[in-house]
């Protein structure tokens, strides 16, 4: 059995440099799909046609390339074995032609067919997502796991929440306003710069020890056994947790996708108050409490917060939903987009808590098949038919289409509460668990 690194061994800290790279990488892949996920969005909508089911296709297509590139490059990078290690190869380069990709995307526009626009937006989306997905969402977050131990995973998966809570009240915040002065092209391509030089900086800080345990079986066959009955018997619990994260995120992509649309056009609400409710919501809601989340997960548990968010998500959504203007929507942000926070800090320390040793990249690819194709498919395709069928009609530089109603928020807030059945098979077992940790901790008191 190989050794295992320095930083994953009990009771060390990680390194000044790793924690460094961390960030660097939580931040610009953070701000690179949050850019993918709202503003690629609203470049289709404002520029090229505002039907919400454009979006939807766009968004569930993304969502089958991710899912289906963390797997297949996630189980890659547990079966390479190189001078540069197992995950920074697939991080260097996917991180800078995922940068070069984010640039290009404005370039859709350039097409004078409505169709042609979309199927190039659609295509380019998918290529930055194919290399977004093996640098972040295979590579990054096994790349986690391998330096994180379970007595500091919830700690830093809460530091890391931050990062992406950050990225996302840039985007989110100040975009907008960034955006109205020097159009998307221009934005895109800073926003792609900063990815790529990201890569490129931190491809010498990351450090990974030689791995000399050899590789068992061909690539498939590494595949197939995930699947088989006695593997998923040992991963019930992960899967049993994957779950929940595929109905929780299902609920959020049934809004999510359209929320910048839904203020601008529904609320009404002008560019600077948006980004005000927004950076305030993000700031105080998630950026804020991300660190004390995060240790209240590895001190309480990871099921108990887990629970809680989900309750507190749905309360906080149908809240919003009866929102009409600029301070009651404020508040309303604050009461779902806290538990959202809340809930994903708890279900990544777990999920990394769980993952088996051996296919860590692997398994990072499942938790995007559950995160993403689970959820990022049905979620935003019954949010754009909801949007189609109950909302208003608009026109938008002679193109008609439709407002996103009221109506998506109470529907995600009611598919939320079913995130809870998964975790409750798991509950006795949590207890037990929690216990034995507190008991441990005392002892050593």
Known sequence: METPPLETQPGKKLTRTVWIALLLLGFSGQLAWAVENQFFNTFLYNEITPDPQAISWMVAITAFVSTTTAILMGNLSDRTRSKWGRRRPYLVIGYVIWG???????????????????????????????????????????????????????????????????????????????????????????????????????????????????????????????FSKENLKVNRDVFLILASSAIFNLATNVFFPYLVVYLQHHLKLPTLQYSILVGVAILVGAIILAYPIGLLVDKWGRFPVAVLAIVLEAVGLFVFSLT???????????????????????????????????????????????????????????GGWLAAKYGQAIVIDGNAGTVPPPLIFQVAAGITLLALIPLFFMRRKQKNEARQLAEEQASQI
Do not use: H
Request: without cysteine; charged residues 10%; aromatic residues 16%.
């Open 100 to 226: 070069i990709f984010t640039g290009l995307f404005s370039s859709s526009a350039l097409f004078s067919s409505v169709s042609a626009g979309v199927f190039m937006a659609i295509l380019l989306d998918s290529i930055m997502t194919f290399f977004g997905a093996t640098a972040n969402d295979a590579a990054f977050n096994a790349y986690v796991t391998d330096v994180t131990n379970k007595e500091n995973r919830g700690r830093v998966s809460g530091i890391l929440e931050i990062m992406t809570w950050i990225s996302i009240l840039f985007v989110y915040g100040g975009s907008g306003l960034i955006i109205e002065a020097v159009g998307y092209p221009v934005f895109f391509y800073a926003v792609g710069g900063i990815v790529l030089l990201v890569g490129l900086i931190t491809a010498p800080m990351l450090k990974e020890p030689p791995v000399t345990e050899p590789v068992r079986g061909t690539y498939w066959q590494q595949l197939a056994r995930t």
């Open 324 to 382: 009409k203007n600029f301070i009651p929507a404020l508040f309303g942000g604050l009461l779902w987009l806290t538990p959202m926070a809340a809930y994903t800090i708890a279900i990544l320390a777990w999920t990394k808590d769980l993952f088996p040793e051996e296919n860590r990249g692997q398994f990072a690819g499942y938790y995007v098949l559950f995160k993403v194709a689970f959820a990022m498919i049905p979620g935003p395709l019954l």
